[in-house]
C-alpha cells in the first residue's frame, strides 16, 4: 500500500509541475503577445510597451527554470553577445559626456529597445510552428489598428496622430510608424496561399500598405514593396503565371488606392508630390543629409572608440541618420562590427533556418527585417523596436520544434501509382482515332 502510495504521489507531482509549466508558458506568450499589440504606443520612451516586454522576459525565466534541464539555445546565446556589445560600445563611448542632458535618457531608451531583441529570443526559442504564426496573426491585429489611427488622423490632420500632415498614429515617428507596417504585409503574404478567408487577408494588406502610404515615408513604401514583392516571388517561383496575376493585383490596388486619395483629398495630392522625389532640401548641401555620409567617414578612421550619443548634433544641424555609419562613428569600431556581425548573422541564420525546415516562416521574418532596415539605412532607427523583435524572433527559430519542418510533397503509393499510369494508358488508346487502332481493335 505504502509503495503504490509513492507511485501515486509522485504521478501527481509530475502532472501538477507539468500544468505548472504549460500555465507559466501561456502566461508568458499572452504577456508578449500584448506587448505586441501595445507597440502601437510608443509617444514616449520608455513607454508602457518595454515594461510588458521585461516582465515577458521574466515569466520566462521563470518558465527555463521550471524545465527538467536548463536549456538556452546557443543562437539567443549569441545575439545577446552580439547586442550586448552594441551597447556596451554606445555607453563606453559616451562615458565622457553622461553628465550632459539627455545622454543617460538616450542611453536607457536604446538598452529598453535592444532588450526587447534579446526577450524575443528568449521567449520565441521554446516556440513551435503554431506559435510562431499566432504571433504573426497578432502583429497583423496591431499593425492594422496603426494603420487605422493614422489614417483617421491623417484625414482629420489630428495632432497627435499626424506629424508635418503624414500619418503616423500613436507612433513617435512617420518613419518609425510606416517600417513598423512593413512586417505586417509580409505577414499578410504569407497567410494569402494558406487560409480560406482569402478576402479578409487581402483586405487587412490593403489597409496596411495605405497606412504605410499614408506616412509619407519614401524609404519605408519602397522598402516595403521591395520586400513584399521579393517574398512573394520567392512564394510563387515554380508558378510564374500565379506570380504575374498576384503582382498585377497588387499594382492595380495600388493604383486604385492612389487614385481614390487624389481624387478625395487634396492634402493627400499636395503632399505626394512634395514627397515625390529622391531628394528633398534637407538631404542635399554641404550639411545635408548625403554629404554627412561623406564627412563622417575621416571621423570613423580617427576615432575607433566613438564620439557617443548626441555628439554629431554638436556638430552637424542633424543626427547621422544611418544605422550602419551610426553605428561606427558614434559607437566606435566595436560597435559598429558588432552590427555588421548581427546584419549579416541574420541572413545566415535565416538560410540555414529554411534549408533545414523548408518553412517560410523563417524568410517572412528575414524580409520583414530588410524592410525594417532599409528604412534606418536613411533614419534615426537605432531604437526601432520592430526592428530589435525581428532580430530576435529569427535568432530564437528553433528547427527541431514541433511543425517547424515542411512536410514533404505527398507521393502515391507504387501500387497506387501503378494503377494510375495503366488507367492513363488505357484512357489513351480508348481515345485513339479507329484508323491507328491495330487490326485486332477494328474487329
Not at 560600445?89 to 565622457?96: D, M
Not at 493614422?150 to 518613419?175: C, E, M, S, V, Y
Not at 510563387?236 to 496575376?245: A, G, Q
Request: with cysteine.
Amino acid at each position: 500500500m505504502s509503495m503504490a502510495g509513492d507511485v501515486s504521489d509522485n504521478r501527481g507531482m509530475q502532472i501538477s509541475l507539468s500544468g505548472l509549466r504549460f500555465a507559466v508558458f501561456s502566461t508568458r506568450n499572452f504577456v508578449f503577445l500584448i506587448a505586441i499589440l501595445a507597440m502601437n504606443f510608443t509617444l514616449f520612451r520608455p513607454s508602457p510597451v518595454d515594461l510588458l516586454y521585461v516582465l515577458a522576459f521574466l515569466i520566462t525565466l521563470v518558465h527555463i527554470a521550471l524545465q527538467e534541464r536548463i536549456e538556452v539555445s546557443r543562437r539567443a546565446l549569441v545575439l545577446s553577445l552580439l547586442a550586448a556589445a552594441w551597447l556596451g560600445s554606445s555607453i563606453i563611448a559616451s562615458l565622457p559626456h553622461l553628465s550632459e542632458e539627455g545622454v543617460i535618457f538616450e542611453l536607457v531608451s536604446k538598452t529598453f529597445a535592444i532588450a526587447i531583441g534579446i526577450i524575443g529570443a528568449f521567449v520565441s526559442m521554446s516556440w513551435h510552428r503554431r506559435h510562431f504564426e499566432t504571433f504573426m496573426k497578432v502583429y497583423i491585429v496591431s499593425a492594422i489598428i496603426g494603420a487605422l489611427l493614422g489614417t483617421a488622423g491623417f484625414l482629420t490632420q489630428h495632432p497627435i496622430l499626424t506629424w508635418d500632415g503624414r500619418a503616423k498614429g500613436l507612433i513617435d515617428d512617420p518613419n518609425m510608424y510606416g517600417t513598423f507596417l512593413i512586417p505586417a504585409a509580409v505577414f499578410c503574404a504569407y497567410y494569402l496561399p494558406r487560409t480560406r478567408h482569402k478576402l479578409v487577408v487581402t483586405a487587412a494588406m490593403g489597409i496596411i500598405m495605405l497606412g504605410i502610404l499614408l506616412s509619407f515615408s519614401r524609404i519605408a513604401v519602397v522598402g516595403a514593396m521591395v520586400c513584399l514583392f521579393a517574398y512573394i516571388a520567392f512564394q510563387n517561383r515554380k508558378s510564374p503565371r500565379r506570380l504575374i496575376l498576384i503582382a498585377s493585383g497588387i499594382v492595380a490596388s495600388a493604383l486604385l488606392l492612389l487614385g481614390i486619395a487624389s481624387v478625395t483629398s487634396a492634402e493627400f495630392t499636395a503632399k505626394l508630390l512634395d514627397r515625390l522625389t529622391f531628394a528633398k532640401s534637407y538631404d542635399l548641401g554641404e550639411e545635408g543629409r548625403y554629404s554627412r555620409y561623406l564627412l563622417v567617414i575621416p571621423m570613423i578612421i580617427q576615432d575607433p572608440i566613438g564620439v557617443g550619443v548626441l555628439q554629431l548634433e554638436k556638430i552637424f544641424p542633424e543626427p547621422i541618420h544611418n544605422v550602419w555609419l551610426s553605428s561606427f562613428v558614434n559607437y566606435g569600431w566595436t560597435g559598429g562590427i558588432a552590427w555588421l556581425s548581427l546584419v549579416t548573422g541574420s541572413v545566415f541564420v535565416t538560410i540555414r533556418n529554411y534549408r533545414r525546415t523548408g518553412n517560410e516562416i523563417s524568410l517572412a521574418l528575414l524580409a520583414s527585417v530588410v524592410g525594417i532596415i532599409l528604412g534606418a539605412s536613411l533614419h534615426e532607427g537605432e531604437h526601432w523596436r520592430q526592428m530589435w523583435l525581428m532580430f530576435g524572433l529569427i535568432w530564437g527559430f528553433t528547427c527541431s520544434h514541433a511543425g517547424m519542418t515542411e512536410p514533404p510533397p505527398r507521393r502515391l503509393p507504387a501500387r497506387a501509382a501503378d494503377r494510375t499510369t495503366a488507367r492513363a494508358r488505357s484512357v489513351r488508346a480508348n481515345n485513339a482515332e479507329p484508323g491507328l487502332r491495330s487490326p485486332a481493335q477494328n474487329h
